[in-house]
Nanobody, 124 residues
Framework: QLHLVESGGGLVQPGGSLRLSCATS????????VIWFRQAPQKEREPVAC????????LYGDAGRGRLSISRDNAKNIVLLEMQRLEPEDTAVYYCAATDRAACVPDEKAYNTWGQGTQVTVST
């Protein structure tokens, strides 16, 4: 059974950093693209960053450029999302999701396995 578990969220001050982890099990991780979405209060869920099965990545939106990085460790079956210089606008529940496609697509309908989410709050 496919299983994803996010961790690493929490409360951080503006300008701070967090590293989110998506631990996976139950499937051949190295063949799957994995994406991070986020959903802020009263807003639709939006894609943040995605990593392909081969390690290529896509960052979605201009706000995250230069502040976000995504990586994967196929030996440990995890995907990491490093976030720096966090802003209050980054406050959201962050979800990771996997697709058996090798490539990344920003459409959440393409992802059939989701984690439960981890809360990120950026505030003083």
């Amino acid at each position: 059974q496919l299983h994803l578990v996010e961790s690493g969220g929490g409360l951080v001050q503006p300008g701070g950093s967090l590293r989110l982890s998506c631990a996976t099990s139950g499937f051949t991780f190295s063949r799957y693209a994995v994406i991070w979405f986020r959903q802020a209060p009263q807003k639709e869920r939006e894609p943040v960053a995605c990593i392909t099965s081969s390690g290529g990545y896509v960052l979605y939106g201009d706000a995250g450029r230069g502040r976000l990085s995504i990586s994967r460790d196929n030996a440990k079956n995890i995907v990491l999302l490093e976030m720096q210089r966090l802003e209050p606008e980054d406050t959201a529940v962050y979800y990771c999701a996997a697709t058996d496609r090798a490539a990344c697509v920003p459409d959440e309908k393409a992802y059939n396995t989701w984690g439960q989410g981890t809360q990120v709050t950026v505030s003083t």
